[in-house]
């Protein structure tokens, strides 16, 4: 008998899928050195957080450990971790900044 080929469905427009990039997360991690305000100043130049932000994000680091800032691109939060913590060895202090993929 005759046979017919299985066709799939012409790909619409309306099936495009917009590509998310993963995102990463920017922690700041507590040590027992940096001054308060310093640690606020870093946040509010590097993460354009305003003062009660980054207040907010420098106490909960202090009172927690670790706190989260944001979240970016990899290229952007890698580069955000290392100019922060930069900032703050180039004033002698142990400030640390670390990345990490969202789940
Ligand atoms: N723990 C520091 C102090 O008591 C302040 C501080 C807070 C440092 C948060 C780092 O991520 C930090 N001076």
């Known amino acids: 008998g005759t046979t017919t080929k299985p066709r799939t469905r012409t790909r619409q427009k309306s099936d495009t ?46 009172q927690k450990g670790a706190c989260v800032i944001a979240v970016y691109t990899r290229d952007v939060a890698e580069t955000k971790a290392k100019e922060a913590t930069d900032l703050g060895k180039m004033n002698g202090y142990p400030l640390y900044f670390t990345t990490e993929r969202e789940e």
């Open 17 to 62: 899928k917009v590509a998310r990039p993963p995102l990463w997360k920017v922690i700041l991690l507590n040590d027992d050195y940096t001054p308060r305000e310093f640690v606020v100043q870093v946040l509010k130049a590097v993460f354009r957080l305003n003062e009660s932000q980054a207040y907010r994000v420098m106490m909960t680091a202090h």
